[in-house]
């Protein structure tokens, strides 16, 4: 009697076997990172805790001004947690290929599955580390719960779109010119202030909000403050410029993606 093969043909067998491969890329991802001693992959999410507990104490200790009177630790838990979130994306991409093409062997690796797992991994990071601090900061009670929580949900989820759209981006480019390593890490830190992690678009005059406003992650970050505080304060984001903006940074990405899966030679 002849054996079924383990998957069948077609968009379901291929889901399982991405599905598979991803999984294992997972696993290598994390052990590669973090080993096996001390915590271990523990660290995937205790880093950017300990990163954004580090600020909201700094920030408490120096009474800092972000333009409003909301609760400080609210303020930066929601601005460092978004800034973790669409920053390290790009940083874990550039150079992920270079550093596995000998997996490229492998039939059923992908480009695209080096990318995905490495995302996967920074965006579950960042959010056990946002939700973490979120319930750890309301048990203690430094916050009030979000007023919304579906919306702040909505604005995480279009921060890691974009995030993971850049990083897809500039993970392909930087396979094709070691500049963009070069470029991103100083881009990054211009970008960070105004992100709008450390002020409200509503607390600036309206020449600076005309301006930050053209940034993307600024609507981003105004959309789960927004569903963080409330009435408490003025959001001001639009998800008509937000959404295409992705859109159109995603088909850049997967064009990007498509000319050096073409060209990739395995080591």
Not at 40 to 68: D, N, Q, R
């Amino acid at each position: 009697m002849a054996l079924s093969p383990p998957y069948s043909h077609g968009l379901a067998g291929s889901l399982k076997v991405q599905r598979r491969v991803i999984g294992a890329l997972l696993r290598r991802e994390m052990l590669t990172r973090y080993g096996r001693h001390n915590i271990g992959f523990l660290w995937l999410f205790v880093e950017p805790m300990l990163f954004t507990v580090g600020v909201t104490i700094l920030w408490t200790a120096t009474k800092s001004v972000h333009g409003s009177d909301l609760p400080i630790v609210a303020f930066a838990l929601t601005g460092y947690s978004s800034v973790l979130l669409w920053r390290n994306m790009p940083g874990r991409c550039i150079g992920a290929l270079q550093a596995n093409l000998a997996l490229m062997y492998h039939r059923n690796i992908k480009v695209i599955d080096i990318y995905i797992a490495r995302l996967l991994l920074e965006f579950g990071g960042a959010t056990i580390s946002f939700a973490s601090l979120t319930v750890l900061f309301l048990a203690i009670g430094w916050i009030t719960p979000p007023d919304d929580v579906l919306t702040v949900f909505g604005g995480w989820l279009l921060i890691a779109w974009f995030g993971a759209a850049l990083a897809i981006l500039l993970g392909s480019l930087s396979h094709i010119s070691e500049l963009v390593d070069k470029l991103w890490h100083p881009f990054s830190y211009l970008l960070f202030p105004l992100s709008g992690a450390a002020f409200l678009v509503a607390a600036l005059p309206q020449f600076a909000q005309d301006a930050v406003l053209w940034i993307p992650i600024v609507h981003g970050v105004e959309m789960v403050r927004d569903g963080f505080f409330g009435s408490q304060a003025r959001s001001i984001y639009d998800l008509g410029y937000l959404i295409p903006f992705n859109l159109g940074l995603s088909v850049a990405a997967l064009i990007a993606l498509r000319y050096v899966s073409l060209r990739v030679v395995p080591e």
